[in-house]
C-alpha cells in the first residue's frame, strides 16, 4: 500500500503571495496536496480544525488572529509550521531558534527547497511539539507596547457616553455593525471591529475563543456541551453561554 500523500494549508491574505506559494509547492514538493487556502487567520483556524493537515505555510500578520494564533491551533493539530514573514532579522533569529520553519518574502526557492527538506525528516520523525515554548518567546517579542495595549473603552450607553477601564470588561460580543461589551453590572456598545480590539488586548488575559467573542480568562468557569453538542463557554456568576468555535477549541484542552 502506497503511503498517503501529506498535505498542507496556505494562509495568506494577499492573493499575488498566496498563488505564487502554491505555485512553487507544486514545482517543488509536486505530492504535496494543498487542501486549503486561507485569507485570514480565524478561516486558517477553522480550516486547521477541518482537515488537520499535515503542514501549514502561515503568513505571520492576518486579519482576524495573528499567525502566532494559528501556529498554535496547528502544533495542537500535530501539524508543522512554516512561518512566511516580511519582518526583520529580529524575528527571523526568533523562528531560527525553534521548531517553526519560516520563510522570508518574497520566497526563493533555494529557500523553500531546504524548507521542505527539513518538513519531510519533520514528517517523518512526526515531531513538532516542542514548538510551543518557541512561540512563546516569539509572541512576547511580538506582542504590542504596553503604551498601545487598551487601557480604557468610551462605550454608548443609551444616550449616554461611559468611560470603562479594560479591567472592567469580561467580554467582547459582535453583533451586527456593533460590538457589546459586558461588564460585572451592565454592557455598552462600541463600533471598533473585533479584529482591531483583539489587537490591542493583552493575549494572556483575554482570548478569541469565536470569530465574533473574545473573553476575559479568568472570568471562564467551565466548557460545556449545549443541547445542540455545540461548545459553550459559561462564565463565573453569570448566565451568559458564549460559543466557542472548533477553530479556538485547542485553547481548553487540559484545562
Do not use: N
Not at 198 to 220: C, Y
Amino acid at each position: 500500500m502506497s503511503a498517503r500523500a501529506p498535505t498542507a494549508l496556505i494562509a495568506e491574505d494577499e492573493t499575488p503571495l498566496r498563488e505564487a506559494l502554491r505555485a512553487m509547492l507544486g514545482i517543488a514538493w509536486p505530492e504535496l496536496e494543498i487542501v486549503a487556502e486561507c485569507e485570514d487567520g480565524i478561516a486558517a483556524m477553522e480550516a486547521i480544525a477541518g482537515h488537520r493537515p499535515d503542514v501549514c505555510f502561515l503568513d505571520i500578520r492576518m486579519p482576524g488572529v495573528t499567525g502566532l494564533d494559528v501556529a498554535r491551533a496547528a502544533i495542537a493539530a500535530k501539524a508543522q509550521v512554516v512561518f512566511t514573514t516580511a519582518y526583520d532579522e529580529y524575528a527571523v533569529r526568533a523562528f531560527e531558534a525553534g521548531a517553526a520553519d519560516y520563510l522570508l518574502k518574497p520566497i526563493q526557492p533555494a529557500r523553500l527547497a531546504r524548507a521542505i527538506e527539513r518538513l519531510r525528516e519533520r514528517l517523518a520523525a512526526r515531531g513538532g511539539d516542542e514548538a510551543g515554548a518557541e512561540l512563546d518567546a516569539l509572541e512576547a517579542r511580538l506582542k504590542p507596547a504596553g503604551s498601545r495595549l487598551i487601557r480604557w473603552i468610551s462605550a454608548a450607553v443609551g444616550d449616554s457616553v461611559r468611560m470603562l477601564g479594560i479591567d472592567e470588561v469580561l467580554f467582547f460580543q459582535a453583533q451586527d455593525k456593533y460590538v457589546r461589551v459586558v461588564t460585572a453590572d451592565g454592557e455598552a456598545i462600541i463600533r471598533t471591529p473585533i479584529k482591531d480590539i483583539l489587537a490591542g488586548l493583552d493575549p494572556e488575559t483575554f482570548w478569541q475563543v469565536h470569530r465574533g467573542t473574545i473573553v476575559r480568562v479568568s472570568a471562564i468557569d467551565r466548557v460545556r456541551r449545549d443541547d445542540l453538542g455545540k461548545s459553550v463557554i459559561s462564565l463565573r456568576g453569570r448566565s451568559d453561554a458564549l460559543p466557542v468555535s472548533a477553530a479556538f477549541l485547542h485553547r481548553f484542552r487540559g484545562m
